[in-house]
């Protein structure tokens, strides 16, 4: 079985709105639909799991009903961080999943991943036991010491960018986060499932991504760049028709 696991656990600080982030309407919509719907509608994904703000729990359920997200089998309070967040979501899923499912996290103010990711993602899984969405970095990096010099340079050719969404196989995901929490590793605000497997000493693989499904509504100019891409894929369907 194939669970999609979205993060929507954040209340959107930095955004500084009077709702979280992903309950912001984009033309009439919240976000997180946005996000739902391309699991809803990918063949490969079997349920759906919300790992949610937890006044908002009883509105995700009228968002299935009322958007037909008929594939929403869970919805779990978030923690106070995103690895909170993500631990929770697998410890709700104890009992109702396999060992050998895959677990695909993503979070629900990133709407714009497609099909191919998705697929991709459950692909990689399969054949390795994890898959974190990766470019190839089109920047070089330097280590920053002590806030304003580094003696560390890494050339873009060596180096990937990652992203969401994480794949893991049930079992080695809740057993990971189990030592995780029983141990203090990798826990703080700063961590993530990733993180955690590399301090877990686990080889990570990666996986498809893009750079549209990079967009991450963390603030409103992110929103406009999301309501203009609406805009323009509205305006090539009206095209495309009138073309028939």
């Known amino acids: 079985?194939?669970?999609?696991?979205?993060?929507?656990?954040?209340?959107?600080?930095?955004?500084?709105?009077?709702?979280?982030?992903?309950?912001?309407?984009?033309?009439?919509?919240?976000?997180?639909?946005?996000?739902?719907?391309?699991?809803?509608?990918?063949?490969?994904?079997?349920?759906?799991?919300?790992?949610?703000?937890?006044?908002y729990i009883d509105q995700m359920w009228l968002y299935a009903e009322k958007y037909n997200i008929t594939k929403l089998k869970w919805v779990t309070a978030g923690g106070e961080t995103a690895q909170e967040s993500t631990r929770n979501g697998l410890y709700n899923l104890d009992g109702e999943c396999s060992d050998d499912d895959n677990i695909m996290f993503h979070m629900s103010v990133s709407p714009l991943i497609d099909e191919e990711i998705i697929s991709d993602s459950l692909r990689i899984c399969n054949q390795y036991g994890n898959a974190v969405a990766a470019n190839e970095s089109i920047f070089n990096l330097c280590k920053l010491k002590e806030g304003y010099y580094s003696d560390e340079y890494y050339s873009k050719k060596d180096l990937v960018t990652l992203n969401m969404p994480w794949t893991i196989k049930f079992d080695n995901g809740i057993k990971a986060y189990r030592k995780a929490y029983e141990e203090n590793i990798a826990t703080d605000e700063n961590a993530y499932l990733v993180?955690?497997?590399?301090?877990?000493?686990?080889?990570?693989?990666?996986?498809?991504?893009?750079?549209?499904?990079?967009?991450?509504?963390?603030?409103?100019?992110?929103?406009?760049?999301?309501?203009?891409?609406?805009?323009?894929?509205?305006?090539?369907?009206?095209?495309?028709?009138?073309?028939?």
């Open 195 to 244: 993180s955690l497997l590399y301090e877990l000493g686990e080889r990570i693989y990666f996986s498809k991504d893009s750079q549209k499904n990079k967009l991450k509504l963390t603030t409103f100019d992110d929103v406009d760049m999301f309501e203009g891409y609406l805009m323009l894929m509205e305006k090539r369907k009206r095209e495309t028709e009138e073309t028939i």
């Open 1 to 55: 079985m194939n669970i999609a696991v979205v993060l929507a656990g954040g209340v959107g600080r930095r955004m500084g709105a009077e709702i979280p982030k992903q309950f912001i309407e984009v033309n009439n919509k919240p976000v997180i639909v946005y996000t739902l719907e391309k699991f809803e509608n990918h063949p490969e994904i079997d349920a759906i799991e919300v790992v949610c703000v937890e006044d």
